[in-house]
């Protein structure tokens, strides 16, 4: 020996001779040693089976024997039994505090699911007496890979403005996990925070240099930011472009009388938003005002110099304005000449109308007592020459229109016609003109 045991050590199956002694010398290189032992004697007719001895091989006995996840593990032992000798086969059964029973016999590989597993191995010897190993062995969590993706849209150096909606887009990928979806990928300007989350989506952002960042995660948590940056502007709103097509200046026909229907067409066109709907196009005059809406109107004015003005406004409530200046007047009545002493010839039948020869025309409204006559009214035109009326006109839509051609041989040019309404004459007369025309209005009282 080269240690002295303790006291009370036990001498087993020890076969008895009467003599024994409770104190045991040791006779030790450097003295002599004494200690008191226990003696045990054996009886083979009474003799207890007893458990076999069991050793785990592997996994090894260190603290704790590590292995990676899905690796297969190899399991072996051997038991020594008192009474059978070496054992084998079914008597080793090997138990997982995790996983349960793993497996049978003294040795096989298998795969353990990951965490702190104590290995137990029991060997049940011929008398059905139990022996047991254990060991320690630690499955790692798989390795967690890092995630993949990036961002499709937007790129960096790309420009928008406030107004514009931009389209993000990107994916991600695990290598445990697969295709990411959802709020597995947060989309973020430094700006105004969170956009959002998902493969794709679109959004408006505030004025400034945005920084966007995409943050790809995995079930643990796992991250990976891409980032991209662009600017986005302001929009400045340039003013509509507006132009008046008619009435054109320099033209005769920027003279118009009270009955005149005036054309007026115009165009406004926006930087922005195009060609201006109808309603963002009004017409004004400074004396009647709003005259009209729309790219062409037709309106009749009041007598007076009119500043017309078209304005033009567009979404975002910017104004254009362009004017030109007209002038409308009211007919002008022709003075009835004053009588002279020259005896008047007395009217005589009407002729023969001439053929191929001019016409003078007259028209306008008639009023009989203050009133505008109806539809149907019966105006004739007169040369004091004859004792009938030269030309016959019903109204129709307020206004008279009367033809007057000439009759016998003797040309009308200069002559003064007189009008009456339903037989009452009227207080305008016209001057004969070849081929001329006259706007005349005409008023007339009495029953």
Excluded at 265 to 270: E, F, R
Aim: aromatic share 6%; hydrophobic share 40%; proline share 6%.
């Amino acid at each position: 020996m080269t240690a002295v045991p303790n006291e009370g050590f036990v001498f087993s199956h020890w076969e008895p001779t009467g003599n024994e002694s409770p104190i045991v010398r040791f006779r030790m290189p450097d003295g002599d040693r004494t200690r008191t032992a226990v003696f045990i004697p054996f009886d083979p007719n009474s003799a207890v089976s007893q458990p076999p001895k069991v050793t785990i091989v592997s996994p090894t006995r260190n603290d704790a024997t590590q292995f990676e996840n899905a690796e297969r593990i190899l399991f072996s032992g051997t038991a020594v039994d008192p009474e059978d000798g070496n054992l084998t086969g079914g008597s080793f059964v090997w138990v997982s505090n995790i996983d349960g029973q793993i497996g049978t016999g003294e040795s096989f590989t298998t795969v353990l699911s990951t965490g702190h597993h104590t290995i137990t191995l029991t060997v049940t010897d011929s008398r059905q007496v139990e022996g047991a190993d254990a060991v320690i062995a630690i499955v790692a969590a798989p390795d967690n890979g890092a995630s993949a993706g990036g961002m499709t849209s937007p790129t960096s150096g790309d420009e928008y403005l406030t107004t514009d909606t931009i389209h993000f887009t990107g994916a991600g990928h695990d290598q445990e996990d697969g295709t990411l979806t959802g709020a597995s990928l947060v989309w973020a300007s430094d700006i105004d925070g969170e956009i959002g989350t998902g493969e794709s989506l679109d959004a408006t952002l505030s004025e400034g240099n945005h920084r966007i960042s995409l943050t790809i995660s995995d079930r643990q948590q796992k991250k990976l930011t891409v980032m991209n940056d662009i600017v986005v502007e302001m929009l400045v709103n340039e003013p509509p472009i507006a132009a008046i097509l008619s009435p054109l200046f320099g033209e005769s026909a920027l003279t118009f009388l009270t009955a005149d229907s005036i054309d007026f067409n115009g165009v406004a066109n926006d930087p922005e938003d195009g060609v201006l709907p109808r309603e963002s196009i009004v017409w004004e005059s400074d004396l009647d005002g709003q005259i009209g809406i729309g790219e062409s109107i037709s309106a009749s004015l009041s007598p007076g110099v009119h500043n017309i003005t078209l304005t033009a406004t567009d979404s975002q409530q910017a104004e254009a304005a362009v004017s030109i200046s007209i002038t409308v007047a009211a007919p002008v009545p022709t003075a009835t000449p004053a009588p002279t002493a020259t005896p008047v010839p007395q009217p005589v039948p009407l002729p023969a109308r001439e053929a191929g020869l001019a016409l003078s025309l007259f028209t306008g409204t008639a009023t009989l007592n203050g009133y505008l006559v109806p539809d149907g009214t019966v105006v004739t035109a007169w040369v004091a020459d004859f004792s009938e009326p030269v030309a016959t006109a019903v109204v129709a839509d307020g206004q008279y229109v009367v033809s007057v051609f000439q009759y016998g041989k003797k040309s009308f040019a200069g002559k003064i016609i007189t009008f009456e309404i339903s037989g009452i004459k009227a207080q305008q007369t016209g001057s004969w003109e070849s081929f001329g025309a006259e706007v005349l209005n005409l008023t007339a009282s009495g029953s």
